[in-house]
């Protein structure tokens, strides 16, 4: 008997994420939700935070920039911190060759710019894909999530269609970017900052981990740490330590506490390295 093949057709449900300074005591993000549900019923939606603290665009900026990698190659990742709402700032997708990113043009996507090879980016001007009637002041529900969803079934139905549908080219070096600070090498170590705080009150640095070998000490607003320490139950309670945490960063903690009440240190706030 001539053999058989067996073709098997393995559908991927579309993923998107979203990012917001919402909350979640209003039904801003829900009514996202149904919005794009409408349009593409057959979509995964992710919430990575909707607690970015309001109009903290540096906030979104970091966490959108730790995290869109953890997710399968071709995820929309909708961003909406958007304290320019209804202004004259562009509402955008970007593809770069793994990810799509949609948003207000006002430096969200920073580090996503700097870690990614961009492909194409466009100024989302195809009202077609947009809601009938656009609000001033909700443009995730009118203008973002319909175009995530939008896209979300061209990639399903039609894959050959390029994001170029949805509005007109722009220059990848015109998109706006925040100016993030580095950290500063020094005679003994590096000298950066608190770039995020959270919900533990644990101290994320913007000095990477992988600068740091070995024993260090280190001082932030007058008080001293130490470290590294490879966990967090390998501290003394009580003390402000450092570690090499999930994010890729030197973060500061105080074991069963909370460093940010300890050290009343808040986003901004120097901190110095020391290598032994």
Not at 67 to 79: E, R
Not at 84 to 90: A, C, T, Y
Not at 97 to 112: E, M
Not at 217 to 225: A, C, H, T, V
Request: charged share 20%; proline share 5%.
């Amino acid at each position: 008997m001539p053999s058989q093949e067996c073709h098997v057709i393995i559908f991927v449900m579309p993923i998107i994420t979203l990012t917001t300074d919402f909350g979640n005591d209003d039904p801003f993000d829900g009514v996202m939700k149904g919005v794009i549900l409408n349009i593409c019923s057959d979509v995964e939606i992710v919430d990575l935070t909707h607690n970015v603290s309001p109009q903290d665009i540096y906030q979104a900026n970091f966490l959108l920039g730790a995290c869109y990698h953890y997710f399968p190659q071709g995820t929309i990742h909708v961003c909406v911190v958007d304290p320019g709402v209804g202004s004259l700032r562009k509402p955008v997708l970007i593809q770069t060759k793994k990810y799509f990113f949609i948003g207000p043009d006002n430096g969200l996507f920073t580090s996503v710019l700097e870690k990614e090879e961009i492909v194409n980016v466009v100024e989302l001007t195809e009202k077609k894909y947009w809601l009938p009637t656009v609000s001033q002041t909700f443009h995730g529900r009118d203008i973002f999530a319909p175009v995530s969803a939008h896209l979300a079934r061209c990639t399903v139905e039609t894959p050959h269609r390029g994001v170029s549908n949805f509005g007109k080219p722009i220059n990848e070096r015109d998109l706006v970017k925040l100016k993030l600070n580095k950290p500063i090498k020094t005679e003994s170590g590096y000298k950066g900052v608190i770039q995020y705080i959270d919900h533990f009150g644990n101290l994320i640095s913007n000095i990477s981990g992988d600068l740091i070998n070995g024993k260090i000490k280190g001082k932030i607003k007058e008080l001293d740490f130490d470290g590294l320490v490879s966990s967090f139950a390998d501290a003394k309670e009580g003390k402000l330590t450092a570690i090499k945490g999930s994010s890729g960063y030197i973060e500061l903690f105080v074991y069963k506490g909370n460093a940010q009440v300890f050290a009343s240190v808040k986003v901004g706030d120097e901190v110095e390295i020391a290598l032994i």
